[in-house]
């Protein structure tokens, strides 16, 4: 059966086929970019939860085929979770990873290593064209550094360093880090779910 991965961040894709394969997952993985006629949703919710099932339910729904979601992002303790649902255009630029990250570095400049608390969310969203929908979150906490580590992944992984590591996300291997990571936790999570309901 076809599943379709409703993301066009390609870092998200090559990580969510190497989770969803190591989770035994059988199905037809296919990315967003297969559909270049279907338009993006507007991600109105003002929750990973609710975007991610906002992302799901348009493509189930305009391809009349089951799809996952990935709504993730950055949570920062000493800006009050910020960036959050806006980690993909913090700079005003969306999916400008270098941008983004060199903003949020400057807004921090200040803070020293113990106010430095954040963690990765991953909201991982299922939608079956009748309208059937589940969701299950992930976390991974850790600090931020002052300087990026690292060429592995995407995003604001070269600036967060996981708790019990002394390296960052960047520095890990993409095995490594979807073993430990929140779009690893929530896509395992959500493994059994699309076993059960859609076989
Ligand atoms: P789609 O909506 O097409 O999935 P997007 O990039 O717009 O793509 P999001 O709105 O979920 O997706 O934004 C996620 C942002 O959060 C992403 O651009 C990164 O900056 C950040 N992010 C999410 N997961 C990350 C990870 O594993 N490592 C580093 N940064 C991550
Ligand atoms: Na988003």
Sequence with gaps: TRLILATRNAGKITELHAILADAGLTHDLVGADAYP??????????????????????????????????????????????????????????????????????????????????HFACAAALALPDGTERVVEGRLRGTLRHTPAGTNGFGYDPILQPDGYDVTCAELTPAEKNAISHRGQAFRALVPVVRELLG
Excluded: Y
């Design 37 to 118: 006629e279907i338009p993006d949703v507007k991600e109105t919710g003002v929750t990973f939860a609710e975007n991610a099932l906002l992302k799901a339910h348009a493509m189930a729904q305009a391809t009349g085929l089951p799809a996952v979601a990935d709504d993730s992002g950055l949570a920062v303790d000493v800006l009050g979770g910020a960036p959050g649902i806006f980690s993909a255009r913090w700079s005003g630029r969306h999916g400008d990873d270098t941008a983004n990250l060199n903003l949020l570095l400057a807004q921090l400049a200040d803070i020293d290593t113990p106010h430095r608390a954040a």
